[in-house]
Structures are given as C-alpha cells and as structure tokens.
C-alpha cells in the first residue's frame, strides 16, 4: 500500500526552472517503480518519465528528455522532478504515480496523487 502527496507546483515564465516533489508512504516503497504524468488543460493524460526502484534506470518522454530529471531518496519516500528550460506547453496537471512495473502499459499506476499545477508563462 503506498500513498502519494504532490508538491512544488506555481507558475513560472518560460525559461524558468522548477523543482516537484512527491511524498510517498509505504512498506515496500523501495521495489516500486515511480513515474510522472501530466495532463494539459483540455488534453489527456500523457507519461512524462520514470525511474526504476532502485533509481538506477530512467526513461523520459521526447517531449521533455533533456530538460527533466527524475530523481529518488527511497530512504526519505520521496520522488523529484526538476524541470528547466519550460515551455508554455509544459502547462498541465503533474501527477504521480507508482507500480510495481517498470513496463509502461495500458493499466500502469496502481497508485495516484492528487496532482500539482504547473503553470508556465509565455
């Protein structure tokens, strides 16, 4: 059982930098793998990146490789995203997200925060 708390999202202008964080509680914290979705307003869900459980293996959208960066503290239950150079097109919802599949598939995400908005001005 893992529970997920979002923080860290504003507004910011374009260029700009910003750091989210996510507060996970659980047992077995350590053998999930945690992901970042976004949803941009009137868009769907889209995957933004993923780390596996030990942090040693990340994978990103094209959309944001380069620019993103997962990060872990499984010692502190905490997941990060920072985010540099942001576009007004990075504007959305950030949610995250765990399972204990590093697969990204269809039914991905056993376990859901409430999101955080992230709003990047032009």
């Known amino acids: 059982q893992v ?12 260029g700009g930098s910003l750091r989210l964080s996510c507060a996970a509680t659980g047992r077995t914290f350590s ?19 993923i780390i596996s459980p030990s942090g040693r293996a990340t994978y990103y959208a094209d959309s944001v490789k380069g620019r993103f960066t997962i990060s872990r503290d499984n010692a502190k239950e905490t997941v990060s995203l920072q985010m540099n150079s942001l576009y007004p097109e ?3 919802v950030y949610f995250c997200g765990a399972d204990q599949s ?15 908005q992230v709003t990047v001005s032009s």
């Open 102 to 116: 590093l697969e990204l598939k269809g039914n991905w995400g056993a376990y859901w925060g409430q999101g955080t």
């Open 90 to 92: 990075d504007t959305a």
């Open 31 to 49: 053998s999930y793998a945690m992901a970042w979705f976004r949803q941009p307003p009137g868009k769907e869900r889209e995957f933004v990146g």
């Open 3 to 14: 529970q997920l708390v979002e923080s860290g999202g504003g507004v910011v202008q374009a």
